[in-house]
């Protein structure tokens, strides 16, 4: 069992920038990928970013390419997801997940997942 943690939401304004950071407290880190998703009201919870075990390989979704960036510090059991140029309609509630798969942007494949951090975007 893999307890995440994320920190970092809050309320910013159209083309502004969020930390998220999500901690899996007491426990090995690097044999996980991990993955950011995200779900807004009454939509169905999407891909945002992965990293690989390693920080090898990351994928993102199409629509946050180039804005978000997600790297992972295993020392400090901690995978940030860095949000620039922020829009409406990346509000969300923000989940980081755990998979047991080498790389994957698969949301099947993550199979561990914290409670969320809320992220609202004001135009």
């Known amino acids: 069992q893999v307890e995440l943690v994320e920190s970092g939401g809050g309320t910013v304004q159209a083309g502004g920038s969020l930390r998220l950071s999500c901690v899996a407290p007491?426990?090995?880190?690097?044999?996980?990928?991990v993955g950011w998703f995200r779900q807004a009201p009454g939509k169905e919870r999407e891909f945002v970013a992965s990293i690989s075990r390693t920080a090898g390989s990351r994928f993102y979704a199409d629509s946050v390419e180039g804005r978000f960036t997600i790297s992972r510090d295993n020392a400090k059991r901690t995978v940030y997801l860095q949000m620039d140029g922020l829009k409406p309609e990346d509000t969300a509630t923000y989940y980081c997940?755990?998979?047991?798969?080498?790389?994957?942007?698969?949301?099947?494949?993550?199979?561990?997942w914290g409670q969320g951090t809320q992220v609202t975007v004001s135009s």
């Open positions: 997940a755990a998979s047991l798969v080498y790389a994957s942007n698969n949301r099947g494949d993550f199979g561990y």
């Open positions: 007491g426990r090995t880190f690097d044999d996980y990928a």
